[in-house]
């Protein structure tokens, strides 16, 4: 039963245009989700979250967008840079359990 | 300003074999956790320890699988007679108090685990 989906295994795009990743929940008591970056052969390193009192929140060229009714959320990177390609995973937890349930991972590629 | 270690990087053990993996957490950071990476999938949750105590063992296998945060030293996630089935890539994470909300876990590099 996966809670928290993450449709796309991979993803290309071109340098500086918008990269878009996404990630879909069933479990409607996640009330924090959060992205992570993955390089190979590295542990993941925190991205930015949102708490579920928000809709967007904003990391410099990071923006995570959550639409609760749809139970749906999107990392949005603008631009997108060489250094970006990684792997990004999507969590989630609900209230202050300190239990992340994580997605499969988008593996993000940018095209010079 | 040292981050999650963990040791080793790679290790490869013969089904049966009993594998120690290693993590040492960031300074002043007494909470610790471990996860676990299929091939293609996202990481899953195992344990959570304190210092000598284990909170949270709710995602760890019943049997051949084990963990420890002794007062001293790392902590150590423990399998013992490996089967092909247990090859992964082990993360460590560890915060400073309990994570949660605003506070984050920082995670290791991992061990990557191969049975052969």
Redesign the interface.
Same mark, same amino acid.
């Given at each position: 039963d996966q809670q928290v989906k993450q449709n796309s295994p991979s993803l290309s795009v071109q340098e500086g245009r918008i990269s878009i990743l996404n990630c879909d929940y069933t479990n409607s008591m996640f009330d924090y989700f959060l992205w992570y970056k993955k390089y190979p052969a590295e542990g993941p390193t925190f991205l930015i979250s949102i708490s579920s009192i928000k809709d967007k929140n904003e990391d410099g060229r990071f923006t995570v967008f959550l639409n609760k009714s749809a139970k749906h959320l999107s990392l949005h990177i603008v631009p997108s840079q060489p250094g970006d390609s990684a792997v990004y995973f999507c969590a989630a937890r609900a209230d202050s359990n300190y239990q992340l349930i994580w997605g499969a991972g988008t593996k993000l590629i940018i095209k010079p | 300003n040292a981050g999650?270690m963990?040791n080793p990087?790679h290790l490869v053990r013969r089904r049966g074999q009993e594998a120690r993996l290693r993590c040492s957490p960031m300074k002043g950071h007494s909470?610790v956790?471990w996860?676990r990476q299929l091939p =293609? =999938?996202? /990481?899953? $949750?195992m344990v959570?320890l304190q210092k000598e105590n284990i909170i949270?063992e709710s *995602?760890m296998p019943k049997e051949r699988f084990s963990a420890e945060f002794p007062k001293e030293g790392p902590s150590i996630l423990r399998i013992q007679q490996v089967v092909r089935g247990d090859s992964a890539a082990y +993360?460590c %994470?560890s915060?400073p108090g /309990?994570? *949660? *909300?605003d506070t =984050? %876990? +920082? $995670?290791?590099? *991992?061990t990557r685990l191969t049975v052969v």
């Open positions: - | 999650v963990q990087r909470h956790y996860y =293609e =999938e996202g /990481l899953k $949750f959570y949270d *995602g +993360f %994470a915060s /309990l994570a *949660g *909300g =984050e %876990a +920082f $995670f290791g590099q *991992g």
